[in-house]
């Protein structure tokens, strides 16, 4: 649909608002997407602020005109509900953190002040937005959160838009770390290496293997979690190529990420790997400050 289109329909708050027991049932579902997309959403709390001459009648007129505007400049994934209090709305915006919450509000509030019918030069505006990164808090958290300090954002000025951080804290993912390597003390220091990685909000689980044999009959290996493969490519018994082709015939292998160490030099080698499905390789002897930073801009990018 064009926007010049959707400008022209008439909405009623009755079609297209939200009641509360809906917003919290879409809330849920986006809430339960939030650590699997690793993308957070983030709820609004918007109120108009008017002079006291307005009448009973003007304040349900602007409640209902301010309610189509709202929909009609929100994304088709993104929720507005209306409070109970007057000229407040509850809005939840999909796929946003607060730092677009805020670009959202204030291109809102210039768009206001463009349309003359709204009055806005004997009106104000103010907000509270919060942004959800786990899984721990719940609807009425929220709502009681969000219009507590929207009151508080009504008393201090006429415009303006207040933080709420509750929520924000990331839920630790773990990601299993596997070294797989013959020599037990040079997998001992991989493995003690890797320990002094912190990356947030990210726990590490290290675990050390001699060949790719036992790795493959483990219980660790099945695991649904999110796995970094750091393993020679001679081992006894299945050696690092035969365990990248069985873990790339698996239909979840995109969980795995792979590093390859090897003493050969052959290009050819090299390419080979990489086409078989190796993400990283690793020449031996490398120098584990090297190692670490690598590894920990890998982590990292599972956030992007």
Excluded at 93 to 111: N, V
Excluded at 224 to 248: C, F, Q, S, W, Y
Aim: with cysteine.
């Amino acid at each position: 649909m064009s926007i010049s289109t959707r400008d022209e329909i008439e909405f009623t708050q009755e079609e297209f608002l939200l009641n509360k027991k809906q917003m919290k049932v879409f809330f849920n579902v986006l809430k339960a997407g939030v650590v699997r997309s690793r993308i957070p959403i983030t709820g609004v709390f918007l109120t108009v602020c008017r002079d006291k001459d307005f009448t009973a009648e003007d304040v349900e007129q602007l409640e209902t005109e301010l309610s189509q505007f709202l929909l009609k400049n929100i994304r088709q994934t993104d929720l507005v509900s209306k409070l109970n209090r007057e000229l407040t709305w509850f809005l939840i915006l999909s796929e946003s953190g607060e730092e677009e919450a805020e670009a959202f509000l204030k291109r809102i509030y210039s768009l206001l002040q463009t349309k003359e019918h709204f009055q806005m030069n004997s009106l104000g505006m103010t907000a509270s937005i919060a942004e959800v990164n786990n899984q721990d808090v719940s609807f009425e958290e929220l709502l009681q959160q969000g219009q507590e300090r929207l009151e508080e954002s009504v008393k201090n000025r006429p415009w303006g838009i207040e933080r709420i951080t509750s929520f924000k804290k990331k839920d630790l993912e773990i990601i299993r770390i596997s070294v797989l390597d013959e020599d037990d003390l040079f997998r001992s220091i991989l493995i003690t290496s890797i320990e002094n990685i912190s990356v947030n909000p990210f726990q590490l689980e290290i675990k050390g293997f001699q060949d790719g044999y036992d790795f493959l009959n483990s219980e660790w290996f099945r695991s649904a979690h999110t796995h970094i493969i750091i393993m020679n490519d001679i081992l006894p018994r299945k050696n690092g190529l035969e365990v990248l082709h069985t873990i790339r015939k698996l239909p979840n292998n995109k969980k795995f990420i792979i590093y390859m160490m090897t003493k050969r030099k052959s290009e050819e080698e090299m390419i080979f790997a990489y086409k078989q499905g190796v993400d990283e390789y690793l020449m031996k002897p490398f120098n584990l400050r090297l190692f670490e930073g690598k590894l920990r801009r890998t982590i990292e990018r599972l956030w992007l």
